[in-house]
């Protein structure tokens, strides 16, 4: 299949608001140009596109004098794209508020992309104007050159109005770089999946197998930070947010391997119930401990080198070392899962005993 070739159109030059004081707001003695959302949006919309092997064609530069209509649409007419973006961001009265998409009246394949767009504006939470969806006609405002005049599937967005106070914050002011990136994935998953297309969402992390892992295999990982929250863990080698488990406070059982993932370093570790995480190898948060480390821990917390401080009968284990009931096993383990041999009851009852008359 040959492939896929997209127009992507950032609606104005740049001179625009400079040159007809049109395309744009003012305000607290600001400008904000129309063209610089625009091109922002459009860029990123062009960079997902070529993610996913489509072919762009850029009608309306970006940062750049602006472009005829009639030679914007002729050039997508004759390159043969598969379809048009017209990329806007909309101005009105200080009350109307929204994105909307509009297609020319009857033009199927023109609709089809603008139901596309409306439907990942709301995937995405976008609030719309109205229902989002408007036709282009003759004898009307809506009289869109750039949908008359193109041979192919085309559609015009407004991305919401700048002369609305919650819309201006999100096309200029302090939402704009979340509520941009959200547009552009809005308006080039509409196009992908238009074009059938599979969208491959965020990149896979980049993860890489660090040299002299080995070193860190088979150690137990303690979680050192104190904060509230704990440290985050992810269920595969990646830092994002949607892999993420929970918060470990403790630790690890087991580390598996040190990993590279995105530049930054993160170790694949085991819990004690078998499952395999990945969290930080950042020192501030974690530490290694060798195995033997954890048995000298457990010994001099609770008396023997298999009980763990906080465990079930940890307590009650401790309590009889220290009355002289049980000395564990020469290795310095308790062995809490062995079964107890009749001689050994009649140890510990005995000892019991004579701990019991030396108190009196
Ligand atoms: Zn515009």
Same mark, same amino acid.
């Given at each position: 299949m040959a492939k896929a070739y997209v127009a992507l159109d950032y609606g104005h030059g740049e001179n625009t608001?400079?040159?007809?004081?049109?395309?744009?707001?003012?305000?607290?003695?600001?400008?904000?140009?129309?063209?610089?959302?625009?091109?922002?949006?459009?860029?990123?919309?062009?960079?997902?596109?070529?993610?996913?092997?489509?072919?762009?064609?850029?009608?309306?530069?970006?940062?750049?004098?602006?472009?005829?209509?009639?030679?914007?649409?002729?050039?997508?007419?004759?390159?043969?794209?598969?379809?048009?973006?017209?990329?806007?961001?909309?101005? !009105?009265?200080?009350?109307?508020?929204?994105?909307?998409?509009f297609a020319w009246k009857g033009y199927s394949g023109s609709n089809k992309l603008a139901d596309a767009v409306v439907r990942e504006f709301k995937a995405k939470g976008i609030a719309l104007h109205g229902s989002g969806r408007h036709y282009s006609q003759e004898g009307s405002w809506t009289n869109f050159h750039m949908l008359r005049e193109t041979a192919m599937t085309a559609i015009l967005i407004e991305h919401g109005f700048m002369t609305n106070a919650r819309d201006f914050e999100n096309i200029f002011g302090k939402n704009s770089k979340e509520y941009r990136q959200k547009c552009a994935e809005a308006d080039a998953k509409a196009i992908l999946s238009y074009l059938g297309v599979e969208y491959k969402g965020d990149k896979p992390a980049e993860v890489k197998r660090?040299?002299?892992?080995?070193?860190?295999?088979?150690?137990?990982?303690?979680?050192?930070?104190?904060?509230?929250? !704990?440290?985050?863990?992810?269920?595969?080698?990646?830092?994002?947010?949607?892999?993420?488990?929970?918060?470990?406070?403790?630790?690890?059982?087991?580390?598996?391997?040190?990993?590279?993932?995105?530049?930054?370093?993160?170790?694949?570790?085991?819990?004690?119930?078998?499952?395999?995480?990945?969290?930080?190898?950042?020192?501030?948060?974690?530490?290694?401990?060798?195995?033997?480390?954890?048995?000298?821990?457990?010994?001099?917390?609770?008396?023997?080198?298999?009980?763990?401080?906080?465990?079930?009968?940890?307590?009650?284990?401790?309590?009889?070392?220290?009355l002289g009931i049980t000395e564990g096993y020469p290795d310095g383990t308790f062995r809490p899962d062995n079964h107890v041999t009749r001689a050994e009851a009649v140890t510990f009852a005995l000892n019991a005993y004579k701990q019991a008359l030396k108190d009196k």
């Open positions: 608001f400079n040159d007809h004081d049109s395309k744009g707001v003012r305000r607290a003695g600001k400008n904000y140009e129309e063209h610089h959302f625009n091109a922002d949006v459009g860029e990123k919309v062009r960079k997902i596109l070529e993610e996913h092997n489509v072919k762009v064609l850029v009608t309306q530069p970006p940062y750049k004098r602006d472009v005829g209509l009639d030679h914007r649409t002729n050039l997508a007419n004759r390159k043969n794209v598969d379809l048009l973006v017209s990329i806007h961001a909309n101005a !009105g009265d200080p009350s109307a508020s929204g994105a909307c998409v660090l040299r002299g892992a080995k070193r860190y295999e088979g150690k137990r990982l303690n979680v050192i930070y104190n904060g509230k929250k !704990g440290v985050d863990f992810y269920s595969k080698a990646t830092w994002d947010d949607a892999f993420k488990v929970g918060a470990a406070t403790e630790g690890f059982a087991e580390v598996l391997g040190l990993l590279e993932v995105d530049g930054k370093k993160m170790y694949k570790v085991r819990g004690v119930s078998g499952e395999v995480h990945c969290i930080t190898a950042h020192e501030k948060f974690v530490e290694l401990a060798d195995k033997k480390d954890e048995g000298d821990y457990n010994m001099a917390n609770t008396g023997f080198r298999d009980v763990e401080k906080e465990s079930n009968l940890q307590k009650q284990i401790t309590e009889a070392k220290d």
